[in-house]
């Protein structure tokens, strides 16, 4: 049975300050590994999708890696700004997603 | 649609009433994903369609709860006899397949109160 730890659960820092927020699997055997934010009160945004093939993906000021035999991910978010405050959910993919119970990041000024 | 639409948006009933909770995905998208979220967790899955039929319902917690897609678009959860524990935000997604390869976009939910 898939399972999938998120650490930290929280994190608080200031702005400008590179972050990593690191995500690990129990089973390999996935599809892909996604990245989601979730705001209070709302649904999910996609951010970053990794296949399974692959070992990183690029978006903006965010990088995350994929390292399958190991069981990890990690989302590095770049010169972090207040609006990036939010929960970050990873999700590992086989058809349904099995997901972490979150990073809540707050990036003060 | 521009996305994923969920209605209601809250949902507030009495233990042991009947519920439908409603999800129209992306046009086009045959894949549709229901999925349960509790305060302070991650989502956790519920079932999913691949067209009309469900492809994999190992995450109805009972048979309580129930799903249709007649026409492999417009999807209702359905949940009989509710109970407090019920409680929860229902997350519905949707992507073009079922391959496991697409990304799943995701409604706003619906806060669903048992009281």
């Known amino acids: 049975k898939q399972e999938v730890t998120q650490i930290p659960a929280a994190l608080s820092v200031p702005e400008g300050e590179n972050l990593v927020l690191n995500c690990s699997f129990t089973?390999?055997?996935?599809?892909?590994l996604q990245w989601f934010r979730q705001d209070p009160g709302k649904g999910l945004t996609s951010l970053l999708l990794?296949?399974?093939?692959?070992r990183e993906q690029t978006s903006g000021r965010l990088n995350a890696s994929l390292d399958k035999s190991s069981g990890r991910s990690t989302l590095y978010i770049a010169a972090s700004q207040p609006g990036d405050s939010a929960t970050y959910l990873c999700?590992?993919?086989?058809?349904?997603?099995?997901f972490g119970a979150g990073t809540r990041l707050a990036v003060h000024p | 649609g521009a996305g994923v639409s969920q209605t209601p948006s809250n949902k507030v009933t009495e233990k042991g009433k009947y519920v439908e909770l409603r999800c129209d995905p992306i046009?086009?998208?045959?894949?549709l994903y229901w999925y349960r979220q509790s305060l302070g967790q991650g989502p956790e899955f519920l079932i999913y369609?691949?067209?009309?039929?469900?492809?994999?319902d190992s995450g109805l917690p009972n048979d309580r709860f129930f799903a249709v897609r007649p026409e492999g678009s417009v999807s209702t959860l359905k949940i009989q006899r509710t109970e407090r524990g019920d409680s929860a935000v229902y997350l519905c997604?949707?992507?073009?397949?079922?391959?496991?390869?697409?990304?799943?976009?995701f409604g706003p939910g619906t806060r669903l109160t048992v009281l």
């Open positions: 999700a590992a993919s086989r058809n349904k997603l099995i």
């Open positions: 997604a949707s992507s073009w397949d079922s391959g496991g390869t697409d990304t799943q976009y």
């Open positions: 990794i296949q399974s093939s692959q």
């Open positions: 046009s086009g998208h045959t894949a």
């Open positions: 369609f691949q067209g009309t039929g469900a492809a994999d």
């Open positions: 089973d390999s055997a996935i599809y892909n």
